[in-house]
């Protein structure tokens, strides 16, 4: 099967978008599949993630940003944010509403708009010389979705979406009313085209569901072995319990002051052999907040590391802190970091809703606890410092517990849906040959 792959982000830019469609595209190719990737080239990111495609096979082209403006206000926001100062003042409030403008009015379907011209006079010079069986577009982004239904449109070709986070749906979303009006409708149209849906959690599934007819697969995100430090599930005999967070921390969303308040209600005595440590964007609000509640002395803030360090970070902490976000939002929405926390074989503590699909896997698994309550917060660290003190270690979550969220088994739910959209559209039985089963209803996907 050809699979030509459609996504802004791609090794070697580092970010989560990027590791899932890099490792994707591997476990493809060691499937003995043709993969090509057409990308976007010259974005504000590390150039950190090692690429495991051959190089020739992938196009990056021009993706001119409308973001530039907007990195003004969102820089000095996230340096007073990590600088523990105040966002009020008439010149910040000025600018932030300049910025939300700009933002709603240009960012049709978002940042990435101009990026379409480059790449579609790319992707048609690489199906006229390459010609795929199928396209997977990668979003978000959403220009990646108009990108691929242009190409495939142009070349009767069936065509993929992956939202690895909802689009008009998202619980981030914040452009006004006349704005997702625009976009619903421009989604409406893109998505209702293509051959199969694909997301990273069932809630999200349920979504799409309910607003398109056709099928929709959960392919959860997932780690690679490979990647994974030495150790990992060894115990960890330091002194204290360390409770680590990797990556962004979303001051307005999620819900680390809970997090705080238990802490602040910890007998002092168990206090005193705990840390609390924020790796990642925007940790100086970790810090921020703690001093707010009178807590500061058992948190530390620290920048982003490279993935390799986070990973290493995770394998050498007592325990994994998982923040979802707060309300309704928090039904669906758990980040991808979530399964590498998983393969790092520490207990998870999820800061957030027991109903949410978070908190669903870590119940269904035995991988941590869940509450945004306080109290049982307070006692949860309590009983892991108690352990610890006793026993010198806390105990690693089982080892067979993180066997079902390899990338590769997940890739292999991938195939299964290009391979059925590739032989639904030609009329041949290509899945059959390949033993797959072309996902026509689509009743029974969970998340495994």
């Known amino acids: 099967m050809r699979v030509l792959i459609v996504s802004a982000v791609f090794p070697p830019y580092a970010s989560i978008g990027s590791t899932r469609v890099g490792k994707a595209a591997r476990y493809l190719v060691e499937s003995g599949h043709d993969v090509r990737v057409l990308t976007a080239d010259g974005h504000a990111l590390p150039r950190t993630a090692r690429l495991e495609i051959d190089p020739a096979h992938v196009v990056a082209t021009r993706a001119p940003s409308l973001h530039r403006p907007s990195e003004l206000v969102q820089g000095?926001?996230?340096?007073?944010?990590?600088?523990?100062?105040?966002?009020?003042?008439?010149?910040?409030?000025?600018?932030?509403?300049?910025?939300?403008?700009?933002?709603?009015?240009?960012?049709?379907?978002?940042?990435?708009?101009?990026?379409?011209?480059?790449?579609?006079?790319?992707?048609?010079?690489?199906?006229?010389?390459?010609?795929?069986?199928?396209?997977?577009?990668?979003?978000?982004?959403?220009?990646?979705?108009?990108?691929?239904r242009a190409l495939a449109r142009r070349a009767a070709i069936p065509w993929v979406a992956e939202l690895r986070d909802l689009w008009v749906d998202n619980p981030i979303y914040a452009f006004p009313g006349w704005r997702r009006a625009l976009d619903r409708r421009i989604e409406r149209s893109v998505l209702g085209d293509a051959a199969a849906l694909v997301t990273v959690a069932e809630p999200f599934a349920a979504t799409l569901r309910a607003r398109f007819r056709a099928p929709v697969t959960v392919v959860a995100n997932g780690y690679d072995p490979d990647d994974l430090p030495a150790g990992v599930g060894r115990p960890v005999t330091t002194p204290g319990v360390s409770v680590v967070f990797t990556g962004t921390l979303y001051p307005e969303r999620h819900g680390h002051a809970r997090l705080f308040e238990a802490v602040r209600g910890l007998d002092p005595d168990l206090a005193r052999d705990l840390r609390l440590v924020f790796v990642g964007r925007l940790s100086g609000e970790a810090a921020r907040a703690a001093r707010a509640a009178g807590v500061e002395q058992v948190v530390e803030a620290l920048p982003p590391v490279p993935y390799a360090e986070a990973l290493e970070?995770?394998?050498?902490?007592?325990?994994?802190?998982?923040?979802?976000?707060?309300?309704?939002?928090?039904?669906?929405?758990?980040?991808?970091?979530?399964?590498?926390?998983?393969?790092?074989?520490?207990?998870?503590?999820?800061?957030?809703?027991?109903?949410?699909?978070?908190?669903?896997?870590?119940?269904?698994?035995?991988?941590?606890?869940?509450?945004?309550?306080?109290?049982?917060?307070?006692?949860?660290?309590?009983?892991?410092?108690?352990?610890?003190?006793?026993?010198?270690?806390?105990?690693?979550?089982?080892?067979?517990?993180?066997?079902?969220?390899?990338?590769?088994?997940?890739?292999?739910?991938?195939?299964?849906?290009?391979?059925?959209a590739a032989a639904a559209r030609t009329g041949l039985h290509e899945s059959a040959a390949l033993g797959y089963s072309p996902p026509l209803r689509d009743v029974s996907d969970r998340q495994p």
């Open 313 to 420: 970070a995770q394998a050498n902490a007592d325990v994994l802190l998982l923040l979802t976000f707060t309300g309704e939002a928090g039904l669906g929405y758990h980040h991808a970091k979530l399964y590498e926390y998983i393969a790092a074989r520490r207990p998870i503590l999820v800061i957030g809703r027991p109903d949410g699909e978070a908190g669903r896997l870590i119940a269904e698994h035995g991988l941590g606890r869940v509450s945004d309550e306080p109290a049982a917060i307070a006692g949860f660290l309590a009983a892991w410092i108690a352990e610890k003190r006793a026993l010198g270690r806390i105990a690693p979550t089982p080892a067979d517990a993180a066997a079902p969220f390899t990338r590769r088994a997940q890739t292999r739910r991938l195939e299964a849906v290009l391979a059925g």
């Open 76 to 148: 000095g926001r996230a340096a007073v944010i990590e600088a523990g100062g105040r966002r009020t003042g008439a010149v910040w409030s000025l600018l932030h509403r300049v910025w939300r403008l700009w933002t709603a009015v240009a960012y049709v379907p978002d940042q990435l708009v101009l990026w379409y011209p480059f790449a579609l006079r790319a992707g048609a010079r690489l199906i006229a010389a390459w010609r795929p069986d199928v396209i997977l577009a990668s979003g978000l982004p959403p220009t990646a979705y108009l990108i691929a």
